[in-house]
C-alpha cells in the first residue's frame, strides 16, 4: 500500500499566488522529502526534512512537518509558469528505502 | 545532472517474453533502486540494492528480480512480461549521508515499456 498519499491530486493557480500541496502518510519516518516531476522526466529533490524537524525552508519553498498528525505540506510562494510539474512527497521509514506519495499535478497559469 | 542511464529508453515487447531494463550510474553510490511509475499509484518501490549482490523486496516485487553484480550497474529483469507491467520504470541512486543516517535520490529519465 502506498506510503504516502498527496493532496490535492490537481492544483491550478495563477502566477504570483502561492500553492499549497499536502501529504499525509501511514507510519513513524526517519525524514520525509519533497520531489518534482516534470512532464517526462525523472523526479528531482526539493527539500528535506527530518523526522525532528517542523519546519524547513529553502528559495521560494516552505515544508512543514506535524509527525503527531503524520502530514506534512508544502508551499511554493509567488508561484512561476516554470513550477509547473507534478509534486511527490516520498517517505523514509529507515535511512535508505523510500516511499513515494501518488503526487500533486501543479498548474501555474500565466 | 547525477550520472544515471536507463536503457532501453523505450520498448515495446509482447506478452510472455523476458525483458531487462539496465541502469548504469557513474557515481559509485552505494544504494539504487527501481521504481514503477503508473497513473493514479505515484511511483512504487520495486526492489533495491544497498551493495554488489545485496538486494532487497520493495512493495510491487511479484514479477519482477533484480541483479547487481557491480557496483555501477543494476538489472531489473521480467522473466515473463506481462500486459500489467506495462508502466515507466525509473532507476534512482542514493548516497546514504552516515552522518544524517539518510540521503537523497538522483533519478533517471524512465524506460517507457509497453507489453502487448
Known amino acids: 500500500s502506498q506510503q504516502g498519499e498527496e493532496d490535492p491530486q490537481a492544483l491550478s493557480i495563477q502566477e504570483g499566488e502561492n500553492a499549497t500541496m499536502n501529504c499525509s502518510y501511514k507510519?513513524?519516518?526517519?525524514?520525509l522529502q519533497w520531489y518534482r516531476q516534470n512532464s517526462g522526466r525523472g523526479l528531482v529533490h526539493l527539500i528535506l526534512i527530518r523526522s525532528n524537524e517542523r519546519e524547513k525552508h529553502s528559495g521560494r519553498l516552505r515544508v512543514t512537518l506535524d509527525t503527531s498528525k503524520k502530514s506534512s505540506s508544502l508551499l511554493i510562494t509567488a508561484s512561476r509558469a516554470a513550477d509547473t510539474a507534478s509534486y511527490f512527497c516520498a517517505t523514509a521509514l529507515t535511512g535508505n528505502q523510500f516511499y513515494f506519495g501518488t503526487g500533486t499535478s501543479l498548474t501555474v497559469i500565466p | 545532472d547525477a550520472g544515471i542511464t536507463q536503457s532501453p529508453r523505450h520498448k515495446v515487447t509482447e506478452t510472455g517474453t523476458p525483458v531487462t531494463l539496465r541502469c548504469h550510474q557513474t557515481e559509485n553510490h552505494r544504494y539504487m533502486y527501481w521504481y514503477r511509475q503508473d497513473p493514479g499509484h505515484g511511483l512504487r518501490l520495486i526492489h533495491y540494492?544497498?551493495?554488489?549482490?545485496?538486494?532487497d523486496k520493495g512493495e510491487v516485487s511479484d514479477g519482477y528480480s533484480v541483479s547487481r553484480s557491480k557496483t555501477e550497474d543494476f538489472l531489473l529483469t521480467l522473466e515473463s512480461a506481462t500486459s500489467s507491467q506495462t508502466s515507466v520504470y525509473f532507476c534512482a541512486i542514493s548516497l546514504l549521508l552516515v552522518l544524517t543516517g539518510t540521503g537523497e535520490l538522483f533519478f533517471g529519465e524512465g524506460s517507457r515499456l509497453t507489453v502487448l
Open positions: 540494492s544497498y551493495g554488489v549482490k545485496d538486494t
Open positions: 507510519t513513524s519516518i526517519n525524514n
